[in-house]
Nanobody
Framework: QVQLMESGGGLVQAGGSLRLSCEASSRLFRTYNMGWHRQVPGNQRELVASITTSGSTNYTNSVKGRFTISRDNAKNTVYLQMNSLKPEDTAVYSC???????????WGQGTQVTVSS
């Protein structure tokens, strides 16, 4: 079982920045593809960004050019740098870890990001 712990959420004004962190409990971290997701109450969870074991990244269109996902395998941590934040980025952000047949095998509990206008 892998535990994922997010941190770095909070309240920020529009145009500001936040960096989210997700630390994994497993030494197998480097073997997992990682993702950041967000969910607004009443809406479906959305995959915001992902990074593979080799470092390839992918982003949903609404955050391209503003968000950057990265990983530090030595620290068992994946990051989400969020710049130029907008009120519509307000959501609970969660990280996931997985592999080919189970891309979202493990989940963190989430961290709230609130962007005020």
């Amino acid at each position: 079982q892998v535990q994922l712990m997010e941190s770095g959420g909070g309240l920020v004004q529009a145009g500001g920045s936040l960096r989210l962190s997700c630390e994994a409990s497993s030494r197998l971290f480097r073997t997992y593809n990682m993702g950041w997701h967000r969910q607004v109450p009443g809406n479906q969870r959305e995959l915001v960004a992902s990074i593979t074991t080799s470092g390839s990244t992918n982003y949903t269109n609404s955050v391209k050019g503003r968000f950057t996902i990265s990983r530090d395998n030595a620290k068992n941590t994946v990051y989400l740098q969020m710049n130029s934040l907008k009120p519509e980025d307000t959501a609970v952000y969660s990280c996931s870890a997985g592999w080919g047949s189970r891309p979202y095998a493990y989940w963190g509990q989430g961290t709230q990001v609130t962007v005020s206008s």
